[in-house]
């Protein structure tokens, strides 16, 4: 089994990301680890990923943690720009 390390560096994720993954999903951040480094493996998996976190940002907003949005865009333009999308 591999650990959540070893899926952060396999991948080039960061431990925020995969944090905001597991609280969409409402799994342990061991579980999405192994979870999103195989969606990153696809461009539709890297949407999905996107789309997670955007849902989490629009969520934030909703309910005026502000903070939590904010955080959640940094960490979601840092994922695309790490795994952008070719059309």
Do not use: W
């Amino acid at each position: 089994m591999l650990s959540i390390r070893d899926c952060l560096d396999y991948c080039d994720l960061t431990e925020d990301e995969v944090a905001l993954v597991a609280e969409h999903e409402g799994i342990p951040d061991a579980a999405a680890a192994q979870v999103v480094c195989g969606l990153v493996q696809t461009p539709e998996g890297v949407l999905l990923v996107t789309n997670y976190m955007l849902d989490l940002i629009e969520r934030a907003d909703e309910e005026g943690d502000h903070a939590k949005a904010d955080r959640a865009r940094s960490l979601c333009a840092r994922f695309m720009a790490d795994h952008p999308l070719r059309h």
